[in-house]
């Protein structure tokens, strides 16, 4: 079976030469996600909370597009360009998930594209 690319008018469109999301059935792999609005792709705000719940918004509407949702999330990675933002960062996560708790890695960066202080990225099952 042939990867199916997934794109969707409720997230920012890629920024580079790379889908939204690819599904191989039956696993979704969902591309980073900046805090990005989706209408203009400009970052929603300079702190943590807002970047990480629009990241997670982003993720959201990917996952639906692609026939999943968060509760199928099995793995996420977050990258960080601060570690010092990790507590602010997982106050928002642990809200979005509301108990699902996917593996998980946090991992320190240099830099994100745009300028942004967090990127999200997961895999999934379809429903």
Request: charged residues 20%.
């Amino acid at each position: 079976m042939k990867p199916e690319t997934i794109a969707t008018q409720a997230a920012p469109k890629a920024i580079g030469p790379y889908s939204q999301a690819i599904v191989a059935n039956p696993l979704v792999f969902v591309s980073g996600q900046l805090g990005s609005n989706p209408e203009t792709g400009e970052l929603v705000g300079a702190d943590i909370r807002s970047q990480t719940e629009q990241a997670l918004r982003n993720l959201d509407h990917i996952l639906q597009a692609a026939g999943s949702d968060r509760d199928h999330v099995v793995s996420v990675d977050v990258f960080l360009c601060n570690m010092a933002d990790f507590q602010a960062m997982n106050g928002v996560y642990e809200t979005f998930f509301n108990g699902h708790r996917p593996a998980r890695a946090a991992i320190g960066v240099a830099a994100l594209p745009k300028g942004a202080i967090v990127e999200i990225r997961c895999i999934a099952v379809r429903k």
